[in-house]
Each structure stands twice: as C-alpha cells, then as structure tokens.
C-alpha cells in the first residue's frame, strides 16, 4: 500500500476527487489493483467503478472470467461496465496478431466506457515484471531509447499504472495475505506468444545465469531513458515551437 500511494504521488497519477475506472480481467494483478486503490479510495475520495473485457478468446474461460469478475464487483458494490467482443475477427479483419488485436480491442473499450460514464482516469494493472519483459522485447525488436523506456507509469489519455513499482512477488504474497482470490489465463503461459517466452524463459534464464537482480536492472534502464527523454522533449519544445 505504501509503494503504490508513493506511485500515485511520484507521478501525479491522481487528484482528489477522481473518478477511476479499474480495468479488471480477474488475475491476480487486476484483483491486487482493484483492492488496494479501494483501500486508499476513502483518503483521496476516489470514485471507482470495475470495467471487464470478455475477449472470448477462450470460449467457457473467458465467460468464467466474466462471471467472476462480476461477483466481485457485487462483492465491492462498485459500478460494472462488461462487453464482449469477436477479437479474432477484429484481428482478421486488421491484419494483427491476436495478442496486438486484443489489446487495441480492450484500450478502446476502456476509452470508450471512461468518455461515456464521465471518470477522469483509467487504471491498469502493469507492475516491474511487465516493464522488464517490455524492455527486453524493445532490446530484441532493435528498439531506440523510446522504446527501451519502456511501460510509462501515466499516459496523456488518462492511462494510470499504479502497480509499475511492485514486482509481481509482491503482489502475490499481498493476495495471499488479504485472502484474495483471482483467476488464472492458462494462454499467459502460451509459448507462442514472444512476451510469455520472455517471461518463462529468457528471465529465468539471467537471472540465473548472469544478474538474479536483471528485472531490477531492466527497470532502471526503463526509468533513465524515460527521464532522457522527458528531458530532451521538454529542451525542444520551444526550439520546436520556434522553428514552426
């Protein structure tokens, strides 16, 4: 609860009075959100409200996902906002591959639901672990300093990421400690996908063989790039501006 309040005021994620729409899919990092920001909500005076995306992209799984994620919301008493959408038709139709078209599919889902019901921010469950698996993949795609920054904790169209300091241990062993259940997507284990095959195996792999503390490291390359290039932006705005 501290490191996510220290996130929410390092960043300037929140103001008081916000409403906030929480992305929950029923994992574990979702549920963990969910909780904590319910937990700080009264010393901000937040306004919170669940959003669910059933991708039905594993048939009976996804509607259990669905269903769960529905009990807890009656659960919090918090207002719900689900869909369901074709995400392997969108994918077809886009020419993307499924992990892209699902992701695009729920950014707009969520945008759609924070416009139309009127909450300021949109909070999403992304911890350490994801930004270090998505430096890697910016290192292997060939990835400029941009790239490298990895997750950014906030974004300009109301993305919050308030977990961006926790490694996922941490959120586990809080589960655990707050008797929290939560669901389990079988396809974050699918090797297909490249992001999974860096989880499971490329940062097993150095944290053995060559830095047990890589997803540190990964972060704080992550952490000064970002600050790199915050920095060099706001030196060419008015250069920019100028120029113009």
């Known amino acids: 609860l501290r490191v996510v309040e220290h996130t929410l005021r390092s ?6 009075g916000d409403a906030v729409l929480v ?10 959100l969910v909780h904590i920001l319910r937990a700080l909500a009264p ?30 919301a009656e659960k ?8 369901e959408k074709d995400v392997r038709h969108f ?5 993307l591959s ?17 416009s139309e019901h009127g909450y300021d921010k949109i909070a999403l469950g992304h911890h350490a672990d994801d930004n270090a698996e998505q430096v890697l993949m910016a290192m292997l795609r060939g990835s400029g300093p941009l790239g490298l920054a990895g997750v950014p904790p906030t974004r300009p169209d109301k993305i919050i990421r308030p977990l961006i300091n926790l490694r996922h241990a941490d959120i586990l062993d809080y589960l655990v ?9 079988s396809s974050n284990r699918d090797s297909q996908f490249l992001r999974n095959k860096i989880r499971t195996r490329l940062i097993p792999n150095l ?21 790199e290039e915050e920095w060099i932006e706001n030196l060419l705005e008015s250069i920019y501006k100028d120029a113009l």
Do not use: W
């Not at 960043?11 to 008081?16: D, F, G, N, P």
């Not at 400690?177 to 997507?185: F, I, P």
């Not at 944290?207 to 600050?227: F, G, H, M």
């Open 98 to 114: 499924v992990e892209e078209a699902a992701r695009q599919v729920r950014y707009r889902f969520y945008h759609r639901c924070a």
């Open 43 to 72: 010393k901000y005076g937040l306004i919170l409200a669940i959003a669910h995306l059933n991708h039905g992209l594993r048939h009976n799984a996804s509607d259990s996902d669905q269903a769960f994620v529905t009990a807890l």
């Open 23 to 32: 992305a929950v899919s029923g994992g574990p990092d979702s549920v963990a």
């Open 91 to 95: 994918q077809k139709s886009r020419h």
């Open 177 to 185: 400690a707050q008797d929290l259940k939560y669901v389990v997507d």
């Open 76 to 83: 919090f008493q918090m207002p719900f906002y689900v869909e």
């Open 11 to 16: 960043y300037s994620m929140i103001q008081s």
């Open 207 to 227: 944290q053995t063989e060559y830095n047990p503390k890589c997803v540190d490291s990964l972060n704080r390359l992550a952490a000064i790039l970002s600050a």
